[in-house]
């Protein structure tokens, strides 16, 4: 079946470097989507990419789709405290399709 | 701002028990999920829920679990006969108009399998 995978596992990062979280998916996807999820909470939604090659910006997180459509990134530019989480991305295969995969995600950490 | 709610936010069972988590889709909104997620693991699908049936549901959700949207507000789901490996955190999400929209979650229920 269609698996969604993200390195790195585990992010540990001082205050104000940089992180970036990459997801790759075995399958081309129609879309990504990508979500947060607070220590103890549940996810939620940032971001929806759709177009091949397609890059979003929201303040310091920036979004890429790869150009085949089966990779995307989240780079998250001058870490603060409130970005403590775990970042998935999240996959829906084809058009039609309902079931959004979820990768495993990247927990980030940050060292004040 | 509409919120998915959930019921109860921690539930305790016996292994064999039948459990029922509940919750409150946003009110206009058309598609409903369920997730699953074992602590410290990935969100897993569980079954997705359009037009009072169900549209697409995953390897895990077998003859143990059944979904009902009985009363146009709430959605549940049904676990007949819990095992250990049930224990989980259980999202409820839902959609307002397409599958490709954002999906909004609930808080979750945490079952623990005794």
Not at chain 1, 10 to 33: A, K, R
Not at chain 2, 11 to 33: A, D
Not at chain 2, 58 to 83: A, M
Request: proline fraction near 4%.
């Amino acid at each position: 079946g269609q698996q969604v995978m993200q390195i790195p596992q585990y992010q540990h990062v001082q205050e104000g470097e940089d992180f970036t979280t990459y997801c790759n998916s075995s399958t081309t996807l129609s879309n990504i989507q990508w979500y947060k999820q607070r220590p103890g909470g549940h996810p939620v939604f940032l971001i929806q990419l759709v177009k091949s090659g397609e890059v979003k910006k929201q303040k310091r997180l920036t979004f890429q789709f790869g150009e085949a459509k089966k990779n995307s990134s989240l780079h998250i530019t001058a870490t603060q405290t409130t970005d403590v989480g775990t970042y998935f991305c999240a996959g829906l295969r084809n058009f039609g399709n309902e079931k959004l995969t979820f990768g495993t995600g990247t927990r980030l950490t940050i060292i004040p | 701002e509409p919120e998915v709610t959930q019921t109860p936010s921690h539930q305790v069972t016996q292994m064999g028990q039948e459990v029922i988590l509940r919750c409150v889709p946003i009110s206009n909104h058309l598609y409903f999920y369920w997730y699953r997620q074992i602590l410290g693991q990935k969100v897993e699908f569980l079954v997705s829920f359009y037009n009072n049936e169900i549209s697409e549901k995953s390897e895990i959700f077998d003859d143990q679990f059944s979904v009902e949207r009985p009363d146009g507000s709430n959605f549940t789901l049904k676990i007949r006969s819990t095992k250990l490996e049930d224990s989980a955190m259980y999202f409820c999400a839902s959609i307002r108009t397409s599958v490709y929209n954002e999906q909004f979650f609930g808080p979750g229920t945490r079952l623990t399998v005794l």
